[in-house]
């Protein structure tokens, strides 16, 4: 195909499985994706799915006129309607947007919720930053408590663990409120003048509509510029003071690592007292894999009753960069469990009736419909890494058993035809049941975790008895057999 249709840079496909780039595969999004779900669902979020472009001005209102965002990088078009819309470069407003517009807060103030999805920035290019790139974002909306940041600080680390990155750092401020903030931009205004011909064309531009964001220059020219600048916290007001304490003493008690940089920057106008940052060391320039903070007026400017508010997002492209960096053990791609390779038209109308069967089964089963030769068909079911494979000829119809061959070990075990489906179950279950085994052989602390344990297995102590007394039988019976 001619180049010139290929994909515009700074969006990417992911493939079955892309060996150069191995994050791109999606069975390694899919996987990770249902992890970020169990941590949403074990801390009590909800999911939220919003369209992918908005009203152009949903964002300068609540992210800023003024932030490189919404000056420079969305996506903005006029549709056949003359609407000004943009594709969304973050979930936030949508999210605040929706919940306006549906009254979610009139039901229930309190509303926790989670989404997973693509976002549009027009970036300058370069590793870790794309122009369509994913995030995971959580939004608590209703409780302006301390422990609420908290809370959303430990799922995003408890996120991060959980899909395995290691070495993140965390990284907390504060930027108070509008007052802490207005006094800080003087502030900092004033300590730039001297020097304002030194800083770089980029900051000079910002000292005027955005001069916080200069603290997020690396040039070095302005790095000396900053040298000694005020910090925004010693001008907290006391009610912020104390919360940002309250917050660090919640992230102690909790164990989470933390360092305060005060010069924590988000390149989004909304956010109020806390603000954080994860880092990894990993990443190069583009290091941050997650950020959040809290924005406690955006749900009032955007029309709703006035509610706090405190959320984060964390780049999934960034995620799986940090995982690969790391050499961490990415998940296997699904595979069949089973492969069927038939010998013959009969067969094959067998194999075809047989495979059907066990996938209404739920039962993961192949098999080659294309007539290869033995060894092409092997080769596919090496590729497709099937874990078993079972070639059905002639004599194994006649007898009525086959020989399943576990394709990891090469061995082989000749199974009867009826007993393949309880058989396929059986390994199919494999994890489980170790799981179970597990949690059986371990000695329990106290006499309510035993009771637990036998409630969930058999539901009460004569069903448990019962499932040991099977177990007792099966032992026999194989032993019998064999
Ligand atoms: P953000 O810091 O702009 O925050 O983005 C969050 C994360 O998205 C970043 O830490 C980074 O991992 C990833 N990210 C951002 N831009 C790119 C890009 N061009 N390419 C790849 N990854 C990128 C927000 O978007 C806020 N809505 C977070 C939030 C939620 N605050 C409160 N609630």
């Known amino acids: 195909m001619a180049k010139d249709y290929d994909a515009p840079p700074g969006v990417f496909d992911l493939l079955p499985s892309d060996p150069k780039e191995p994050w791109r595969s999606s069975y390694l999004w899919s996987h990770s994706e249902s992890i970020m779900r169990n941590v949403a669902k074990n801390f ?50 949508p999210v605040i947007r929706a919940v306006v517009e549906h009254h979610l807060q009139h039901a229930e103030p309190l509303q926790k919720l989670f989404y997973i999805g693509p976002m549009f920035r027009y970036e300058r290019m370069q590793a870790g930053r794309y122009r ?3 995030q995971f974002g959580a939004e608590a909306l209703g ?30 401020s504060s930027l108070g409120g509008k007052k802490t903030r207005e006094a800080f931009r003087e502030a900092l205004k004033n300590h730039l003048k001297g020097s304002f011909d030194a800083l770089s064309e980029t900051s000079r531009r910002r000292f005027e509509t955005n001069p916080l964001r200069i603290l997020d220059s690396k040039d070095p020219q302005d790095q000396l510029a900053l040298k000694g600048c005020p910090s925004i916290l010693d001008l907290l007001e006391d009610d912020s003071k104390e919360h940002f304490i ?53 749900i009032e400017e955007l ?33 069949p469990l089973l492969y069927l390779i038939p010998l013959g038209e009969r067969a094959k109308l067998e194999c075809f009736e047989l495979m059907a069967f066990l996938r209404k089964q739920s039962l993961p089963v192949d098999m080659d419909l294309s007539s290869k030769k033995l060894g092409k068909a092997m080769q596919r079911a090496n590729q497709i890494n099937a874990s078993f494979v079972a070639v059905v000829g002639d004599q194994e119809l006649e007898t009525g058993k086959i ?7 090469g061995k082989g075990a000749e199974v009867p035809l009826k007993s393949l489906p309880r058989i396929l179950e059986i390994l199919s279950k494999q994890k489980e049941t170790e799981t179970i085994i597990e949690e059986l052989l371990r000695p329990f602390d106290t006499a309510e975790e035993a009771k637990f344990f ?17 177990l007792k039988k099966a032992v026999a019976q194989m032993k019998e057999i064999s």
Do not use: C, W
């Open 44 to 93: 009590g979020f909800a999911e939220i799915r919003t369209p992918i472009f908005e009203k152009t001005e949903l964002f300068s209102r609540s992210v800023g006129e003024e932030t490189d965002i919404v000056s420079k990088e969305m996506y903005s078009f006029v549709d056949r309607g003359g609407r000004n819309l943009s594709l969304r470069p973050e979930g936030t407003a």
């Open 132 to 134: 369509q790139f994913h």
């Open 143 to 172: 409780v302006r408590s301390p422990e609420q940041d908290v809370e959303m600080i430990d799922m995003a680390m408890t996120l991060f663990a959980s899909l395995g990155l290691k070495n993140l750092s965390l990284q907390i």
């Open 246 to 298: 309250r917050v660090q003493e919640l992230l102690n008690k909790l164990q989470i690592p933390y360092t305060i940089n005060k010069n924590i920057v988000r390149g989004l106008d909304y956010y109020n007292d806390t603000v954080f940052e994860i880092i990894s060391g990993e990443l190069g320039s583009q290091n941050s894999v997650g950020g959040g903070g809290r924005y406690d007026t955006m």
């Open 303 to 335: 029309g709703g009753k006035s509610s706090p508010a405190i959320g984060f997002a964390a780049g999934i492209e960034r995620i799986f960069q940090v995982l690969i960096s790391q050499n961490s053990t990415l998940p296997k791609a699904p595979a």
């Open 403 to 409: 020989a399943l061959k576990e394709m990891e070990t």
């Open 454 to 470: 036998i409630n969930k297995i058999g539901g009460s102590v004569e069903e448990t008895t019962h499932l040991i007394e099977s």
